[in-house]
């Protein structure tokens, strides 16, 4: 779903005001509040520790404007970048991965620390405010395979982390419905174009941040207090 198709959709919800207004230009308290849609889920019971220096996590869990704005703000996180995986080089280009025919998704690529956060408490949150596990090939206003919820393993580690954890949870009932987080090895991660960086950081009252993603960001605070940092990590520096 590109630019002008996201508006269409807000126009829908009777907002076509705000978005008349421009990127920037309308504050978050003009709209009406997101339902808290975040869930406080227990922790992965198999999250073996990490002494490696760096790791890196792949997710993808509907815009990644959101997913990344989220990340961008967890302690022990240093980079976060926006981008596409699970297609070919050659379609690794929004307007052609918005047709929902290149095989790629809308996905973040995380550099962690895991001596201040693991790939389990990664997860942890992507479970609990980045994504509805629950929604096959949509999230909230955007719908197509390129908007799908899938983890991208990087090693056998990550990936029993990953399924044990899918299977604790499911086995728990902690979602009305069902788990349908696809999990497959890591692809090639290629980064989106430069304007889609830092996205929610730099607009924050862009009218789908504010009804979208900006809850997130609160339910990140309320949830993970000990993880949430106040000053994002960004792609670009920011003034």
Known sequence: MN?????????????????AAGIGVVAVSQFPAEADSAVAVPPPAFNPPDA????????S???????QGVYEHVKGVTRVIAGYTGGAASTAQYEIVS???????ESIQITFDPKVISYGQILQIYFSVAADPTELNYQGPDSGTQYR???????PTQQKIAASYIA???AAHVFAAPIVVRLDPARPFYQAEGYHQDFLVRNPDYPYIAYNDIPKVENLQK?????YRANPVTVFPTS
Not at 10 to 17: D, E, P, S, V
Not at 52 to 59: D, G, I, R, S
Not at 149 to 155: D, H, K, L, V
Not at 223 to 227: A, I, Q
């Open 61 to 67: 869990g509907g815009c990644f404007w959101g997913m």
């Open 168 to 170: 604790q949870l499911s």
């Open 99 to 105: 047709t929902g025919a290149t095989g790629h998704a």
């Open 52 to 59: 490696a220096p760096t790791e890196t996590a792949t997710l």
């Open 3 to 19: 630019l002008t198709q996201r508006s269409r959709r807000l126009r829908n919800w009777g907002i076509a005001a705000a978005l």
């Open 223 to 227: 949830l993970f207090p000990g993880l």
């Open 149 to 155: 919820s899938e983890i991208w393993f990087a090693g």
